[in-house]
C-alpha cells in the first residue's frame, strides 16, 4: 500500500534563512512524487514533481525538491524563506507500478515564515 | 482562463437529502479526480477519472458516486448524506492521466447537519 508521512504538522522559519519542509513515501514499485502549496481559503497549486531523472527538481517560486531513493523521502527546500510562503504545504505520491491512478496526500505541513 | 469551477461554494444540509457537487474544467483534461479535506487527516482521494465513462475508486469512496459523462464534468453525488461526510470538498483535473500535476478548484465546503 502506498503512504506519505509529513512528520511536522508546523515548520517556522525566519525570513532569510532556508527552509526544509520533509516528507517520506512508502510505496511498493516506482514513485511519482508531488509538492502542492494551499494558501489560506484557497485551492491547492502544485509548486513541482518528480518523475524521473535527477534527483533534484526545482519548481515554481524557487522552491525545489530532492529525491532519495535510498531514504525513501523527497524534501521541499528553499535556499531564502519569504513571508509570502507562509502556507500549508503538502506531499504527494502514486505508485507507479500499482495499475491505478490513485494519489495518496500527506497531512501537510503548515509552514510560518517570520518577518 | 483556464480553471476548475465547483459548484456551490458552501453548502449546509441535512441528514439524508441527496446532494450534487458539480465540477467543470475548460482545460480539455483527461483526468479529474474528487478529495475530501479534513484537519489532521489531510487530502483523501475518494474517486477518480481516467477518461469519459472510466472511473475509479480513490480510498475513501464509501458514500460516494461519481460519473463522467462528458470530457469537462465529474459531478460528486452524494445520495444519503450524513454528518461525517461535513469536509471541505476539491474536484482537480491533469491534462493526462499519467502525467500527475493537478489543477484543483477553489473547494467546496459542506456541512451535513
Known amino acids: 500500500a502506498q503512504s506519505v508521512a509529513q512528520p511536522e504538522d508546523q515548520v517556522n522559519v525566519a525570513e532569510g534563512n532556508p527552509l526544509t519542509v520533509k516528507c517520506t513515501y512508502s510505496v511498493s514499485g516506482n514513485p511519482y512524487l508531488f509538492w502542492y502549496v494551499q494558501y489560506p481559503n484557497r485551492g491547492l497549486q502544485f509548486l513541482l514533481k518528480y518523475i524521473t531523472g535527477d534527483n533534484l527538481v526545482k519548481g515554481s517560486y524557487g522552491f525545489e525538491a530532492e529525491f532519495n531513493k535510498s531514504q525513501t523521502s523527497f524534501h521541499l527546500k528553499k535556499p531564502s524563506a519569504l513571508v509570502s510562503d507562509s502556507a500549508l504545504y503538502f506531499c504527494a505520491v502514486r505508485d507507479v507500478n500499482s495499475g491505478t491512478y490513485k494519489y495518496i496526500f500527506g497531512t501537510g505541513t503548515r509552514l510560518k515564515v517570520l518577518a | ?113
Open chain 2, 1 to 113: 482562463e483556464a480553471q476548475v469551477t465547483q459548484n456551490p461554494r458552501y453548502l449546509i444540509t441535512v441528514t439524508g437529502k441527496k446532494l450534487t457537487v458539480t465540477c467543470s474544467q475548460n482545460m480539455n483534461h483527461e483526468y479529474m479526480s474528487w478529495y475530501r479535506q479534513d484537519p489532521g487527516l489531510g487530502l483523501r482521494q475518494i474517486y477518480y477519472s481516467m477518461n469519459v465513462e472510466v472511473t475509479d475508486k480513490g480510498d475513501v469512496p464509501e458514500g460516494y458516486k461519481v460519473s463522467r459523462k462528458e470530457k469537462r464534468n465529474f459531478p460528486l453525488i452524494l445520495e444519503s448524506p450524513s454528518p461525517n461526510q461535513t469536509s471541505l470538498y476539491f474536484c482537480a483535473s491533469s491534462l493526462r492521466t499519467d502525467l500527475g500535476e493537478q489543477y484543483f478548484g477553489p473547494g467546496t465546503r459542506l456541512t451535513v447537519t
